[in-house]
């Protein structure tokens, strides 16, 4: 029971932290149509760039401000340098991802020039083991759920009550019919890479805080991300979150009998399960055929 | 006459070019491959091996390389363990860069590029991989660095004397570690202990709490880590997050393992290949300060074995060379080896080459101490 109980919060604790990564991939992915890889850069980049604020001296919470501005300013930077003259020249979306891929690369690289290669850490949160009837956790894991709950709900509140909300979901919903009514399409393409880099980065720091990170820290976080918005369905932030908890859950609660060695393949076995079963994702709409 | 003696001359010569020994043919520079960790989860152990080598060989090269031919170092990557990558680095070692010898680094890739070594007759030095697969694996590959099974035996035989029963492991999901638990379980069942828990994981994890839950669970006496680098940092860390109390014990130590675990890693044994930066010798001390002046920081173990098998292999190189002929090639310099055996280990004392190709070196038990290495004492290694 015990190790049930400790698999289930391990489960919760790694699911949210994906399900930043998730939300924010899946905005970008529902909204743009673009399949952002060089997210995985973005996230990376929201740590290194609170590791760099630190290090001049700024308290963690203002580094974390700074890493959250770094990485926000980088999303929008891709969409306008790599995305927007790609889309004006009508690129298929294979050569986008292509272009996504590539500048995941290049940046990682450049992160491990400008930092190094080795783990960095950050310092400074008030960090305490946790021990409750014998499942064990730390104040970080709190904080991170914390963070992860704030965020998702803060995301549909805005996508669900104000006005640039609603444009993003119009968008979302037919580009060509938006930019009819008058929504600048454009500018809330901007918006979104701009709000979904700033929400992958506080995953990026807590996981900093909490183990290190290296340049590559990126790719694993956008596998899975990527996963768990084709496990919840493209175009739902919710089910992107949902997806994301699902693999955390699934990652943690499945080794229980089997070796954990296995743990890897768990999430792809998920993947897998859906797209046999729903292709369309847990919470996804019903894809139509020939959607103009 | 004129005629004869012209012909003569002609003879004569010809027969004096084949009957004097060829002399050396020195080729124009002495190119080595090098198999590492550049990037990735390992990209630690590729920096500081790199280092290591490319000190070596400026300080080999400052002095006139071997005998006016100097060295030249050819960096390739394996991504942090990944056998394909290893393969497409060493063929293009072999196909473009024709380098006899290469620095290799891993198990894994290790293992994967031998076939293509033994085919071109490419002499291995692995200073890194540390898995029992590696004995006798090819005739062309030896090792200066004493393989984990020989650090875990030490373990275990620690673990026996603190009165260590119930014993846990976590270890890397790779032959390397799955290499150590096959080695070291029926050892240490036959010492009288049982083993709980086996726990794997991929190498590269950054979360552990779900083989820690498993661990845990089973309350062990100990747990064992047959992991290195950064992973084992964060593993101890989240072991110790999760209310894990029991003593952990390993066969690795790094900074970086040590800068992620933080108070968490604090009084942990280990064994490991000894290596103090302010050894007894002067060649280790002299090492130490270049490096440090180099790069600013303190080597450890690894940047130590590539700087020292950069050293060996100059030694190789002088040796074949006295027997003339084409000595730039695996054969001559692995034919040296296994006639010079001993040589010179930059930890002090000598790196002694055994018929399998591993080597023994100075081990030792230590503890981590306010976050750096305190020696404890020397391991006599009964292979």
Same mark, same amino acid.
């Given at each position: 029971?015990?190790?049930?109980?400790?698999?289930?919060?391990?489960?919760?604790?790694?699911?949210?932290?994906?399900?930043?990564?998730?939300?924010?991939?899946?905005?970008?992915?529902?909204?743009?149509?673009?399949?952002?890889?060089?997210?995985?850069?973005?996230?990376?980049?929201?740590?290194?760039?609170?590791?760099?604020?630190?290090?001049?001296?700024?308290?963690?919470?203002?580094?974390?401000?700074?890493?959250?501005?770094?990485?926000?300013?980088?999303?929008?930077? @891709?969409?306008?340098?790599?995305?927007?003259?790609?889309?004006?020249?009508?690129?298929?979306?294979?050569?986008?991802?292509?272009?996504?891929?590539?500048?995941?690369?290049?940046?990682?690289?450049?992160?491990?020039?400008?930092?190094?290669?080795?783990?960095?850490?950050?310092?400074?949160?008030?960090?305490?083991?946790?021990?409750?009837?014998?499942?064990?956790?730390?104040?970080?894991?709190?904080?991170?759920?914390?963070?992860?709950?704030?965020?998702?709900?803060?995301?549909?509140?805005?996508?669900?009550?104000?006005?640039?909300?609603?444009?993003?979901?119009?968008?979302?919903?037919?580009?060509?019919?938006?930019?009819?009514?008058?929504?600048?399409?454009?500018?809330?393409?901007?918006?979104?890479?701009?709000?979904?880099?700033?929400?992958?980065?506080?995953?990026?720091?807590?996981?900093?805080?909490?183990?290190?990170?290296?340049?590559?820290?990126?790719?694993?976080?956008?596998?899975?991300?990527?996963?768990?918005? @084709?496990?919840?369905?493209?175009?739902?932030?919710?089910?992107?979150?949902?997806?994301?908890?699902?693999?955390?859950?699934?990652?943690?609660?499945?080794?229980?009998?089997?070796?954990?060695?296995?743990?890897?393949?768990?999430?792809?076995?998920?993947?897998?399960?859906?797209?046999?079963?729903?292709?369309?994702?847990?919470?996804?709409?019903?894809?139509?055929?020939?959607?103009? | 006459?004129?005629?004869?003696?012209?012909?003569?001359?002609?003879?004569?010569?010809?027969?004096?070019?084949?009957?004097?020994?060829?002399?050396?043919?020195?080729?124009?520079?002495?190119? @080595?491959?090098?198999?590492?960790?550049?990037?990735?989860?390992?990209?630690?152990?590729?920096?500081?091996?790199?280092?290591?080598?490319?000190?070596?060989?400026?300080?080999?090269?400052?002095?006139?390389?071997?005998?006016?031919?100097?060295?030249?170092?050819?960096?390739?990557?394996?991504?942090?363990?990944?056998?394909?990558?290893?393969?497409?680095?060493?063929?293009?070692?072999?196909?473009?860069?024709?380098?006899?010898?290469?620095?290799?680094?891993?198990?894994?890739?290790?293992?994967?590029?031998?076939?293509?070594?033994?085919?071109?007759?490419?002499?291995?030095?692995?200073?890194?991989?540390?898995?029992?697969?590696?004995?006798?694996?090819?005739?062309?590959?030896?090792?200066?660095?004493?393989?984990?099974?020989?650090?875990?035996?030490?373990?275990?035989?620690?673990?026996?004397?603190?009165?260590?029963?119930?014993?846990?492991?976590?270890?890397?999901?790779?032959?390397?570690?799955?290499?150590?638990?096959?080695?070291?379980?029926?050892?240490?069942?036959?010492?009288?202990?049982?083993?709980?828990?086996?726990?794997?994981?991929?190498?590269?994890?950054?979360?552990?709490?779900?083989?820690?839950?498993?661990?845990?669970?089973?309350?062990?006496?100990?747990?064992?880590?047959?992991?290195?680098?950064?992973?084992?940092?964060?593993?101890?860390?989240?072991?110790?997050?999760?209310?894990?109390?029991?003593?952990?014990?390993?066969?690795?130590?790094?900074?970086?393992?040590?800068?992620?675990?933080?108070?968490?890693?604090?009084?942990?044994?280990?064994?490991?290949?000894?290596?103090?930066?302010?050894?007894?010798?002067?060649?280790?001390?002299?090492?130490?300060?270049?490096?440090?002046?180099?790069?600013?920081?303190?080597?450890?173990?690894?940047?130590?074995?590539?700087?020292?098998?950069?050293?060996?292999?100059?030694?190789?190189?002088?040796?074949?060379?006295?027997?003339?002929?084409?000595?730039?090639?695996?054969?001559?310099?692995?034919?040296?080896?296994?006639?010079?055996?001993?040589?010179?280990?930059?930890?002090?004392?000598?790196?002694?080459?055994?018929?399998?190709?591993?080597?023994?070196?100075?081990?030792?038990?230590?503890?981590?101490?306010?976050?750096?290495?305190?020696?404890?004492?020397?391991?006599?290694?009964?292979?």
């Amino acid at each position: 029971m015990d190790l049930f109980a400790q698999l289930l919060v391990n489960g919760v604790v790694a699911g949210s932290l994906y399900a930043l990564v998730a939300c924010s991939f899946g905005l970008i992915l529902g909204t743009t149509g673009t399949f952002h890889f060089a997210h995985g850069v973005v996230y990376a980049a929201g740590a290194y760039g609170a590791y760099f604020a630190a290090g001049l001296g700024l308290p963690l919470w203002a580094a974390a401000g700074v890493g959250i501005a770094g990485a926000a300013l980088l999303g929008t930077l @891709i969409e306008v340098v790599v995305y927007r003259p790609l889309r004006r020249i009508a690129a298929s979306p294979l050569v986008i991802l292509i272009a996504s891929l590539g500048t995941l690369i290049v940046l990682e690289n450049a992160i491990a020039i400008g930092f190094s290669t080795d783990a960095k850490v950050l310092e400074g949160f008030p960090r305490k083991g946790i021990v409750l009837g014998g499942v064990g956790f730390t104040t970080l894991h709190v904080t991170m759920v914390a963070v992860s709950l704030v965020l998702f709900l803060g995301l549909l509140a805005f996508l669900r009550w104000t006005r640039r909300g609603k444009a993003i979901r119009a968008v979302a919903n037919s580009p060509e019919m938006a930019e009819i009514v008058g929504i600048d399409t454009a500018r809330v393409f901007l918006l979104v890479f701009a709000l979904g880099s700033a929400m992958a980065a506080p995953a990026a720091i807590l996981i900093m805080l909490d183990r290190g990170a290296t340049p590559d820290m990126g790719m694993d976080a956008i596998l899975i991300a990527a996963i768990a918005v @084709i496990v919840g369905g493209i175009g739902s932030v919710p089910g992107a979150a949902l997806g994301a908890l699902i693999i955390g859950l699934a990652q943690n609660l499945g080794v229980m009998k089997i070796p954990s060695e296995w743990q890897a393949a768990i999430a792809f076995g998920v993947l897998l399960l859906v797209v046999i079963l729903r292709p369309r994702g847990l919470v996804g709409k019903k894809l139509r055929r020939a959607e103009i | 006459m004129r005629r004869t003696s012209f012909s003569l001359v002609a003879l004569l010569s010809l027969i004096a070019m084949t009957v004097v020994p060829a002399r050396a043919a020195d080729p124009k520079s002495y190119k @080595i491959g090098t198999i590492l960790a550049m990037t990735g989860a390992g990209a630690f152990y590729g920096k500081v091996m790199s280092q290591g080598a490319q000190l070596a060989m400026e300080e080999l090269n400052a002095r006139g390389g071997v005998d006016g031919v100097k060295f030249e170092l050819v960096v390739e990557d394996h991504k942090s363990g990944q056998p394909k990558e290893a393969v497409s680095a060493i063929n293009k070692l072999v196909n473009i860069d024709r380098v006899p010898f290469v620095l290799t680094s891993y198990s894994s890739p290790t293992l994967a590029i031998l076939p293509i070594a033994n085919e071109h007759k490419v002499m291995l030095l692995n200073g890194g991989g540390v898995s029992p697969k590696l004995v006798n694996a090819s005739p062309f590959l030896f090792h200066n660095r004493v393989l984990a099974n020989y650090q875990a035996l030490g373990v275990v035989e620690r673990a026996k004397e603190r009165g260590f029963k119930k014993m846990a492991m976590l270890h890397w999901n790779d032959d390397a570690g799955n290499g150590v638990r096959d080695f070291i379980v029926p050892i240490w069942k036959k010492m009288g202990g049982a083993v709980v828990a086996d726990e794997a994981h991929p190498v590269g994890a950054t979360d552990f709490t779900t083989q820690i839950a498993k661990i845990k669970q089973t309350q062990p006496d100990l747990l064992a880590m047959w992991t290195w680098g950064k992973d084992l940092g964060i593993a101890v860390k989240q072991a110790r997050d999760l209310g894990f109390t029991a003593p952990i014990m390993g066969i690795d130590y790094t900074p970086d393992a040590a800068k992620i675990a933080g108070a968490a890693i604090e009084g942990q044994e280990y064994v490991t290949d000894y290596f103090n930066p302010q050894g007894d010798e002067k060649w280790t001390r002299d090492f130490s300060a270049a490096y440090r002046k180099k790069y600013g920081e303190e080597p450890e173990i690894y940047a130590a074995n590539y700087y020292e098998g950069v050293y060996i292999l100059a030694e190789l190189i002088r040796a074949a060379k006295k027997k003339g002929g084409d000595y730039w090639n695996g054969q001559r310099l692995k034919a040296a080896l296994t006639e010079i055996r001993k040589f010179p280990s930059v930890y002090g004392g000598t790196v002694d080459f055994q018929e399998d190709g591993t080597s023994l070196k100075r081990v030792a038990l230590f503890e981590v101490k306010d976050g750096k290495p305190a020696f404890k004492r020397f391991i006599d290694i009964k292979k």
